[in-house]
């Protein structure tokens, strides 16, 4: 293990035989600089970056100055994207090093838009400013409100240009995950009928991820298992706050469960289980409600590539498999139901739980109304304020709730607690989210993206404790939908 000012890296997967990765380090960039500095973060690492200097962090996140113990490489995995296998890899992204924190986490530590690799399939390997504020954003919003991702730590803008559908400023993003296993990683190996770098692969993730399984008298079919159980958490916290992530491929999907790769994502407004924003998902693949289905279908990638090590026998190892993938729907509805029951403060189980909160959905999506709002309306003693809730179907609705309410074993204001942790009073609205790109990449105005993280500092706080940045907004104005001349219909993946 190399530890040096404080850097503690310990590169096991550069251990690896080199079919997994290629050696190489980023390409160097003109003239970098500090666009955001995760300070918080990186003190929660242990990384030594509070007396950097601005220009020494820039050189440092551009990739020109590489520290001390770092062993540059990008990964090679494949992956079904829409639904089709491709070879893959990381087209513009150099994995530095494992990071040791001082509480003995292990952290990926990775540049992305960071130059060419083996695996850019002609690209030019880099990225634009707005697709990497965009990651950074939506990551940080994401970690906020609680659910599994990775992180970012910083973004530099290179002196450079990048092109795409116009000339657009270059940047380059840090990265933080768990680890940058996927599921395309060992759909990669299995295309490759490698059965022994597969076996190493599963035994480096177990090792890794899921330390217990080691153990078991069947590791690889519990691995399946446990990063099913991963997944289903997460899909669960995406539905909880109207996340769509937009390009769930099997390379979009990690071992570990974090939330990775922030391309088209979007947050909804309105309730509709169709909502898609994606420019690129033009059959609504992955649509808000199709998203626990396409879980579902990634695991079942999983769990093929990794037949050959389930057993010698091929119809008892795809029946292994096969059992375990046919318990996603129970698992799945328990967890959903459990997150529902948290969204209204439902206390213990009641068999009409499930359809009171179906109940309000359909009406949601028949009344159009806004997913995040409706539900942090509901944590009053009476409903006011929200137009939907003097419909008299709502308002029927609203009588049996409080029947249903007065069942828990918990006090009123204990439900409401409840509810308070469950549903975000402010999410990333994707109007406000590109209207700070915009004027981050247009005017190289930051203003109101770091506004943006400020409020999504705390969402689900009823009275923030950060100062916003300009005088002329209040938290209120984050909280409201967009106005119809302000909805953004579509998203883009930027690369």
């Not at 590539?305 to 292994?320: I, S």
């Amino acid at each position: 293990m190399q530890e040096r000012q404080g850097w503690r890296f310990d590169n096991t997967y550069a251990r690896l035989p080199e079919r997994f990765y290629a050696r190489l380090s980023p390409t160097p960039v003109s003239q970098p600089r500090v666009v955001v500095n995760n300070r918080q973060l990186a003190a929660e690492l242990g990384l030594p970056l509070a007396d950097l200097s601005e220009d020494d962090l820039a050189q440092l996140f551009a990739g020109n100055r590489l520290p001390d113990g770092a062993e540059p490489i990008a990964q090679a995995y494949s992956g079904h994207q829409f639904g089709y296998f491709t070879q893959l890899g990381d087209g513009r992204a150099h994995l530095i090093g494992e990071h040791l924190t001082p509480g003995g986490e292990r952290v990926d530590i990775q540049f992305k838009g960071s130059g060419r690799t083996p695996f850019g399939r002609g690209g030019d390997g880099r990225a634009a400013l707005g697709p990497m504020l965009r990651e950074y954003l939506i990551s940080e919003a994401m970690h906020t409100l609680g659910i599994a991702t990775t992180r970012s730590l910083a973004v530099v803008t290179t002196g450079e240009e990048v092109y795409r559908e116009s000339v657009l400023p270059g940047a380059i993003l840090t990265r933080t995950a768990a680890s940058h296993l996927r599921v395309g990683t060992f759909e990669h190996l299995a295309a490759q009928r490698d059965n022994s770098g597969l076996q190493q692969l599963a035994d480096y993730a177990i090792a890794r991820h899921y330390p217990p399984l080691q153990h078991s008298d069947q590791p690889y079919l519990e691995l399946i298992k446990a990063v099913m159980e991963k997944q289903i958490s997460l899909v669960v916290d995406w539905l909880r706050v109207g996340f769509i992530h937009g390009v769930m491929n099997t390379d979009n999907m990690t071992i570990s469960g974090e939330t990775i790769d922030y391309g088209p994502c979007a947050f909804m407004d309105e309730y509709d289980p169709a909502t898609v924003f994606s420019s690129i998902d033009h059959a609504g693949r992955y649509a808000y409600g199709n998203q626990p289905y396409i879980v579902k279908w990634n695991l079942t990638r999983l769990a093929e590539a990794l037949l050959p090590l389930l057993h010698d026998d091929v119809e008892e190892a795809a029946t292994r498999a096969g059992e375990m993938i046919d318990s996603f729907d129970a698992l799945f509805h328990q967890a959903r139901l459990a997150m529902l029951r948290s969204k209204l403060g439902l206390f213990g189980e009641r068999p009409e739980d499930e359809s009171l909160a179906d109940e309000l959905l359909d009406m949601m999506q028949r009344q159009r109304a806004d997913y995040t709002n409706t539900f942090r309306d509901l944590i009053a003693d009476t409903p006011t304020g929200n137009e939907f809730f003097q419909t008299e179907e709502m308002q029927n609705w609203w009588e049996r709730w409080q029947q249903r309410l007065e069942l828990n074993d918990r006090p009123r204001e204990s439900a409401f607690s409840l509810m308070r942790a469950s549903n975000p009073a402010v999410i990333p609205r994707n109007h406000r989210v590109e209207a700070a790109l915009s004027a981050a990449e247009a005017q190289a105005d930051y203003s109101r993206f770091f506004s943006l993280l400020d409020v999504l500092a705390e969402p689900y706080a009823d009275e923030p404790t950060r100062p916003l940045q300009s005088a002329a907004e209040d938290y209120e104005d984050y909280r409201q939908p967009p106005e119809p001349g302000e909805r953004v219909r579509q998203t883009f993946c930027g690369t």
